[in-house]
Nanobody, 123 residues
């Protein structure tokens, strides 16, 4: 079993920055790809970014390209999401997720999920 614990959410003004962290424990060796998703009230969960544990290859949703950066620290089993130039439409609960698949951009492809962390961007 893999446990994922997010931290770093909060309230920030538009244009500000936040960094989310996701610490993985348990059978983390079974996870090949990590992702960040978000879900706003009344909306479906949407893909934000993904990264490969092994080679660090990343992919992003168009809505966050150039503003968000996903990274990982293999020694710490931790994935980060640096969010810059935040906008009110970025307000959502952000979830960290893991999967044994090499490429995964959709939520149903992920097996492991964190509890989520709230990000609120005020205008």
């Amino acid at each position: 079993q893999v446990q994922l614990i997010e931290s770093g959410g909060g309230l920030v003004q538009a244009g500000g920055s936040l960094r989310l962290s996701c610490a993985a424990s348990g059978r983390a060796v079974s996870v090949y790809t990590m992702g960040w998703f978000r879900q706003a009230p009344g909306a479906e969960r949407e893909f934000v970014a993904t990264i490969s544990w092994n080679n660090g290859i990343t992919d992003y949703a168009d809505s966050v390209k150039g503003r968000f950066t996903i990274s990982r620290d293999v020694a710490k089993n931790t994935v980060y999401l640096q969010m810059n130039n935040l906008k009110p439409e970025d307000t959502a609960v952000y979830y960290c997720a893991g999967t044994g698949q090499r490429v995964a951009l959709r939520s149903h492809e992920y097996n492991y999920w964190g509890q989520g962390t709230q990000v609120t961007v005020s205008s």
